[in-house]
């Protein structure tokens, strides 16, 4: 069709011929061929050149329309592969979603690629991090990983405060010195039931906590470990026990658990960490990682980036 359009164009198959950088024998054969497939003449030849049929006419406006198509779709495609056209598959956990990074970057993630479509979830560290090694997600915020597959990116974007959650009406919640609400410290949680987050025996926020008071000979009563942080508090608020959670939480349930600091003896804070395939590094994916990077830094919470 473009060889078609060329002649039609110049009216001539020599001319047509140089400005596609061809000979002429070969260009009439395509001519040829083109018609012999249609099975109608598209050219009249004369003297001076080559002039469109009736039929020739016809085929010049459906060629022009298809190689527009056909233009179109190779920059659709030509799109996707830099990365500012297609899908991008992001998956949360529960306390990631509840810090202020995560919806302020996907907002400007939509405003600046509207063209990719983005895929949202929510799901517990472990399924996610298993996810992007699968390759079915591309991206993932959580805390503190709980698995390092190979091939895996975990880049910490920030770390923040952690708080103990209490219902109201728990010693801890209503704790003072000198007037004023007192800091959690370790023998504090001595014989507590403590609600964890995790899955038995893996590592992260939890796993820390639980060693931290080993080393210092406090066992506190563990009475149920769930997938999902808003699970935890849910629990908290019905009173079954208490837990710790990323500051960025504690507008959750803020009528029936109150949230208290933690010693400043204790080495605990939660991270926010981003991951995605190493391979992956390319196109809407890292479009998505400069974004986030970019923001952070900017952010306050980029003074605790690590």
Known sequence: MRYFLAVAEAGHLTRAAALLN???PPLSQQIKALENH????????HAKGMALTESGELFLEEARRILDNVAVMEQRMAGVAKGVRGRLAIAFTTSAAAHLLTPR????????????????????????????????LHCGFLREPVSRPPGLVFRTLLREPVLVAAPLDHRLAQKTRAGKHAAVTLRDFQGENLILVRRSGAPGLYANLLALCAERGVYPNVVAEVERMMTNLNLVAAGAGISVVPASMQHVHAKTVAYRPLGKSIRLNAPLTLVYRAADYTGATAFFVELVTTTTARSDGAREVS
């Open 22 to 24: 061809i000979q002429q």
């Open 105 to 136: 970057v996907l907002r400007v993630f939509r405003a600046r690629h509207p063209e990719i479509e983005l895929s949202l979830s929510e799901n517990n560290a472990a399924e996610i991090t298993e996810k992007i090694a699968s390759g079915v």
């Open 38 to 45: 249609l099975d109608t003449v598209l050219f009249r030849r």
